[in-house]
Each structure stands twice: as C-alpha cells, then as structure tokens.
C-alpha cells in the first residue's frame, strides 16, 4: 500500500529555516506530482507549490516566492520543501499531496493523496 | 489570485439531515472544483472533484453541483462519522486556492 510518510515536527527559531521531507513508501516518486499544502492552527489550508506535470516546472505561489524551494530525489523516493527565513506567522501543519489528472485527457486536477502532516513550530 | 468563499463556516444538524455547504469563486471556473473532508489532527481526504464526480469509494450520501461561480456540497442524511471540517478548492489556474471551510457538527 502506497504512503507518503513525512518527517517529525521541528521546532525553529525565527530567521532560520526549516526542510520537510515526504518519502513515498511503497511506490516511486516519478508517478506523483508533489505538491506542498500548509495549515496554521485552526485556520484554513494555503497551497505552497509544486511540480506542474505538464512541464515538469516548479510552480510557487506568489508569497513563498525567493523563500522556499521544492525539490526531490527520486533514487530516495523523496520530496522536499524547504523554507527559510522563518517567522512566527509560518507555525503550521505542512502536508505534501499528489497532484493528479482526475479525468482522462481532461484538466481536471486535484489532490488526491496526502501525507500525515509536519508541524512546524517557529518560536524564540 | 480567485478567491473561493464558503458558506457557513459551521453548522450543527441532527443525525439524518440534509446538510448543504456552499461555495463560492469570484471568478467563473466552469468545473474545476474540488471538495475535500478533514477530521482533526488528519490529512484531508478528497471527496468530489469536477464540482460532482464523486472520488473512488466516498460514499454516495455526498454529492456535488454547481458551475460557473457557485458550488455546493450535499450530505443527504448527516451520519456521525461525517463529523470534519470540509474544504472546497478551486484547480482552474494557479495558485490553487481553497474555502475558508466550513466545520460540520452534530446537535
């Protein structure tokens, strides 16, 4: 059974960054497309970035731009996000999430398999 | 970037109700939207993708309709374990954006 298994929660000081992993356990990476979704405490869900399957780019949303980058490994089966310069205001649960095609030869996306989720702690 | 506007933002119904969450683009968006459940402390779960299909094995008590700009999500008879928080997400165009959610409880 295929997971996507991420790594512990980190505790981070602010201006620091932080590198979340997600491993995909019992499949390859090369059949998802990775995307990193994150929650702050009793808020709502805020999409980070990911691979564009169509051109194999990377696509940030416009406020994570010059802070973080994605990347993976595929010889480990594994996703990274990492974020830097860290503030208090990015204390949140950080998912990865596969992107998929939902509809033969039709756009319709969404993300249909998640990881457990990494709490990320940024305090002083 | 779209905005996507849910509606309300809890509701506490009785087991066996008809429960509708609504959702909202303030762009048109044909299909492109996607409706997930989240319990505490877990991953979201996808339910419904392009505005009606429903995801392998949800069960048929959850439907979607909608099109253009409005959206809804049915629950047709609330059972106890439909107790989460659910999300509607857009994927016409990125960034990908969702609801602010919508949290489900039982009176």
Known sequence: QVQLVQSEAEVKKPGASVKVSCKVSGGSLTEFSMHWVRQAPGKGLEWIGGLDPEDGETLYAEEFQGRVILTEDTSTDTAFMELSNLRSEDTAVYFCANLRDMVINRPFQAFDFWGQGTMVIVSS | ?107
């Not at chain 2, 989240?38 to 439907?63: E, N």
């Not at chain 2, 954006?97 to 919508?102: E, K, P, R, S």
Request: charged fraction near 15%; include cysteine; proline fraction near 6%.
């Open chain 2, 1 to 107: 970037d779209l905005q996507m506007t849910q509606s309300p933002s809890s509701l506490s119904a009785s087991v066996g109700d008809r429960v509708t969450i609504t959702c909202r683009a303030s762009l048109t968006i044909g299909t492109y939207l996607n409706w997930y459940q989240q319990k505490p402390g877990k991953a979201p779960k996808l339910l419904i993708y392009a505005a009606s299909t429903l995801q392998s094995g949800v069960p048929s008590r959850f439907s979607g309709r909608g099109s253009g700009t409005d959206f809804t999500l049915t629950i047709s008879s609330l059972r106890p374990e439909d107790v989460a928080t659910y999300f509607c997400q857009h994927s016409f165009s990125t960034p990908f954006t969702f609801g602010g959610g919508t949290k489900v409880e039982i009176k």
